[in-house]
């Protein structure tokens, strides 16, 4: 039989590292984008202190959607506007998949962040027509794939 060797060290390491462990975000939901319309609206792009960003705004004139590039932090936030409630995740869906991304709620907005080269960004810019963003207990967002949002994304890659 051979010996067990036990090392305190590594054991507390591994504890520590478990008990730190974020929770892993559930399996988006899937949203069949050929079988939805995209929202009618307009998107607008302006440059703003340290960044862009990106309004959809739709036929009603209610803002829905803002993506903003923070460029000292070379992060992409996408902001769900209008929210009553929070939820943990955002759904983003694209012609290439979906993803959850973790997010925060205040004053009414839900946000998400990305770091710009985050390869969804480019999922979000070459989705074929339009893009979706949902929500727990909100129904999808559905936009059209208009050059202004991307137009952010390079901004924060420059």
Same mark, same amino acid.
């Given at each position: 039989?051979?010996?067990?060797?036990?090392? $305190? =060290? &590594?054991?507390? *390491?591994?504890?520590? #590292?478990?008990?730190? %462990?974020?929770?892993? @975000?559930?399996?988006?939901? +899937?949203?069949?984008?050929?079988?939805?319309?995209?929202?009618?609206g307009n998107w607008s792009?302006?440059?703003?202190?340290?960044?862009?960003?990106?309004?959809?705004?739709?036929?009603?004139?209610?803002?829905?959607?803002?993506?903003?590039?923070?460029?000292?932090?070379?992060?992409?936030?996408?902001?769900?506007?209008?929210?009553? $409630? =929070? &939820?943990?995740? *955002?759904?983003?869906? #694209?012609?290439?998949? %979906?993803?959850?991304? @973790?997010?925060?709620?205040? +004053?009414?907005?839900?946000?998400?962040?990305?770091?710009?080269?985050?390869?969804?960004?480019?999922?979000?810019?070459?989705?074929?027509?339009?893009?979706?963003?949902?929500?727990?207990?909100?129904?999808?967002?559905?936009?059209?794939?208009?050059?202004?949002?991307?137009?952010?994304?390079?901004?924060?890659?420059?």
């Amino acid at each position: 039989m051979k010996p067990r060797y036990f090392c $305190a =060290a &590594a054991t507390a *390491l591994l504890l520590a #590292t478990a008990a730190t %462990a974020q929770t892993p @975000a559930p399996a988006p939901s +899937a949203l069949d984008l050929d079988a939805v319309q995209a929202t009618v609206g307009n998107w607008s792009y302006r440059p703003i202190t340290g960044g862009s960003e990106a309004d959809f705004v739709d036929s009603g004139g209610h803002l829905r959607l803002t993506v903003r590039c923070n460029r000292t932090t070379r992060a992409v936030s996408i902001v769900r506007t209008g929210m009553t $409630a =929070a &939820a943990p995740y *955002l759904t983003v869906t #694209t012609t290439y998949g %979906a993803r959850n991304l @973790a997010a925060s709620f205040a +004053a009414g907005n839900l946000t998400a962040a990305v770091a710009a080269n985050d390869p969804l960004l480019d999922d979000i810019a070459f989705s074929r027509g339009k893009w979706a963003i949902a929500n727990a207990g909100v129904g999808a967002l559905v936009v059209p794939s208009w050059a202004e949002a991307p137009r952010v994304f390079e901004d924060c890659r420059s």
